[in-house]
C-alpha cells in the first residue's frame, strides 16, 4: 500500500445518476491528482490540485467535478456520464506539484457507466 | 505537447531471464525526467525506476536499469533476473522539467506493456 486510498473500488452507475469518488492520502502530500485510464489508452491527467487551488483541467467535460476541500481529501463527482466514460479512475498525490516529487497512486475505482 | 510511446503492448520472460521493454517520446524540450511504473493486477501503480535528462549515467535500481538514448528519444527498461512478482503492466512516463509551463506536475504515459513472466 502507497498510503493513498480510494473509495469505492468498484462503481457501476446510471447515465442519469450522480455519484462521487473519493481519495484520501495519509502522506501529508500537498498535491493531488485525478487521473483516467481507458483500456489500450495511456493514462490521462484529469485534475491537478496544490495546496487546495487547482492548477490543472486537462479540458475535462463539465460532467466531471472535482473537490477538494483539504490537502488530505480529493473527490471526482460525476453526473450524466456517457459509457465512453468508463474506466479505471487513479487518484495520486505528491509532496507537491513541483518536478522533483514523486507520484503515490491509489489503488483506482473500476466505473462502469450503464 | 509530448508523446510517449511503448510499442510493446505484450512481452513474456522466464523466470531468471532478462527482458527488455521499450520506451520512446517526443519532446522539444531539452530538461525533463523520465519514469517507468509498475502496475500489477488490481494493485496500486508503483514507480520502479526515474531518470532525469541532464544525467548522462543511466538509473539503476536493483534489477532494474534503463538505458537512456537522449538523442534517440528513447528509455528501455532492463529487468533482470525477472521473478513472478514482476508480472505486471509497465508504462513509461514523461515528465516535463518547465516549471513555468502549462504542464506543471503532470506526468504523459505511454500505452503499457503487459509482461507476463513464465515459471
Known amino acids: 500500500e502507497t498510503g493513498v486510498t480510494q473509495t469505492p473500488r468498484h462503481l457501476v452507475m446510471g447515465m442519469t445518476n450522480k455519484k462521487s469518488l473519493k481519495c484520501e492520502q495519509h502522506?501529508?502530500?500537498?498535491?493531488m491528482y485525478w487521473y483516467k485510464q481507458s483500456a489500450k489508452k495511456p493514462l490521462e491527467l484529469m485534475f491537478v490540485?496544490?495546496?487546495?487551488?487547482?492548477?490543472e483541467n486537462n479540458s475535462v467535460p463539465s460532467r466531471f467535478s472535482p473537490e477538494c476541500p483539504n490537502s488530505s481529501h480529493l473527490f471526482l463527482h460525476l453526473h450524466t456520464l456517457q459509457p465512453e466514460d468508463s474506466a479505471l479512475y487513479l487518484c495520486?498525490?505528491?509532496?507537491?506539484?513541483?518536478?522533483?516529487?514523486?507520484?503515490?497512486f491509489g489503488p483506482g475505482t473500476r466505473l462502469t457507466v450503464t | 505537447a509530448q508523446t510517449v510511446t511503448q510499442s510493446q503492448p505484450e512481452m513474456s520472460v522466464q523466470e531468471a531471464e532478462t527482458v527488455t521493454l521499450s520506451c520512446t517520446y517526443d519532446t522539444s524540450e531539452s530538461d525533463y525526467y523520465l519514469f517507468w511504473y509498475k502496475q500489477p493486477p488490481s494493485r496500486q501503480m508503483i514507480l520502479v525506476i526515474r531518470?532525469?535528462?541532464?544525467?548522462?549515467q543511466n538509473a539503476t535500481e536493483n534489477r532494474f536499469s534503463v538505458n537512456f538514448q537522449k538523442a534517440a528519444k528513447s528509455f528501455s527498461l532492463k529487468i533482470s533476473d525477472s521473478q513472478l512478482g514482476d508480472a505486471a503492466m509497465y508504462f513509461c512516463?514523461?515528465?516535463?522539467?518547465?516549471?513555468?509551463?502549462?504542464?506543471?506536475?503532470?506526468?504523459?504515459f505511454g500505452q503499457g506493456t503487459i509482461l507476463t513472466v513464465h515459471p
Open positions: 502522506l501529508g502530500h500537498n498535491a
Open positions: 495520486a498525490s505528491s509532496q507537491g506539484a513541483s518536478l522533483t516529487y514523486e507520484q503515490y
Open positions: 531518470q532525469e535528462a541532464y544525467k548522462q
Open positions: 512516463a514523461y515528465r516535463s522539467a518547465n516549471a513555468g509551463g502549462t504542464s506543471y506536475g503532470k506526468l504523459t
Open positions: 490540485y496544490n495546496f487546495k487551488e487547482q492548477t
